[in-house]
């Protein structure tokens, strides 16, 4: 089938270039052999087929690069590029036409070169986003569906944090976006934070930053004051087993003292869960120490 395609792109590429020879010779003949149309003409002749010469070659050069772009992009990112392309084709075509008609075209490319210029410093921002939506998505850094924190100094401490608690510590990214990618655009990269909100950030800003991509499954720490008349070794193998058959628990528990004080210690539970939604996991967590450690409390006493 590809084949059959590249063979009939081929054909009318050579009937083209054919008719096109053909209607040149026959514009030759009737100005310059027979002087049927005046010769002073034959220059306003000349710049359609050369308008028209350049057009397919801008159209040749379009559909290659529309058929690469396509094997790493999606149309709506392909879409600016072609644009972009199209404009600068579409403008070495009136440059063309104008100079095979005499006219002085150096006035014409100072006033498009500082136009483009001006045009370029005000769209910087824009333009930056677009190679680097093309760079993330050539050189793929991370895909969609991945879990990716990225430090920014841009935005740092934009969003509010709530401060880390005593009994279960939390860490506090204030530069730091976390979340599911959920899309690479051509111009934004989309982040879901475990609240569900979704962030749109500007693609020169994400490869600015440091990314780091998580592997799968979550970290979870909770602290618990536990009285000193409770031993840890009498508790550690039995929290440890419930913590261990809770839902999505990846690892065996670890249990450790963490601090001490005069009448009791803190105990520290660091296990291993699937997900991303650390806060529901360290209620689990708890709830397991209230219903162990409670009764053995009031038992005590």
């Known amino acids: 089938m590809n084949n059959e395609k590249t063979n009939g792109l081929l054909r009318l590429v050579a009937l083209l270039i054919i008719l096109l020879a053909a209607v040149l010779i ?8 027979y002087h049927i149309i005046p010769q002073n003409f034959s220059s306003f002749v000349d710049a359609i087929f050369i308008a028209i010469l350049i057009y397919i070659i801008l159209k040749i050069v379009v559909n290659m690069l529309r058929r690469f772009l396509g094997k790493y992009l999606e149309y709506s990112s392909i879409h600016p590029i072609i644009f972009i392309v199209n404009l600068i084709g579409y403008f070495v075509i009136g440059i063309a036409v104008l100079a095979d008609l005499g006219v002085d075209v150096s006035s014409v490319i100072l006033g498009g070169s500082l136009l483009s210029v001006v045009i370029g410093l005000a769209a910087q921002s824009v333009l930056s986003n677009q ?16 879990t990716v924190t990225i430090n920014t100094w841009q935005y740092g401490g934009t969003f509010p944090t709530l401060f880390p608690k005593y009994f279960s510590t939390d860490r506090i990214e204030a ?7 959920r899309d690479i655009s051509i111009n934004y990269t989309v982040l879901e934070s475990a609240s569900g909100d979704i962030v749109k950030m500007p693609n020169s800003v994400v490869i600015q930053g440091a990314l780091i991509v998580r592997k799968s499954g979550i970290n979870v720490q909770a602290r618990y004051e536990v009285p000193k008349y409770i031993s840890f070794t009498s508790i550690n193998e039995l929290i440890s087993s419930k913590i261990g058959s809770l839902p999505g628990a990846k690892d065996k528990p670890v249990l450790r003292i963490d601090e001490t004080t005069m009448n009791s210690y803190i105990l520290l539970v660091n296990c291993k869960f699937e997900g991303t939604d650390a806060d529901t996991k360290r209620s689990d967590i708890l709830k397991v120490l209230l219903d162990t450690i409670e009764p053995m409390k009031s038992s005590a006493q």
């Open 26 to 33: 026959a514009v030759y003949m009737v100005t310059t052999v």
């Open 175 to 181: 530069t730091a976006y976390t979340g599911i990618i």
């Open 131 to 146: 190679f680097a939506g093309i760079f993330l998505t050539v050189v793929r850094p991370f895909k969609v569906g991945d």
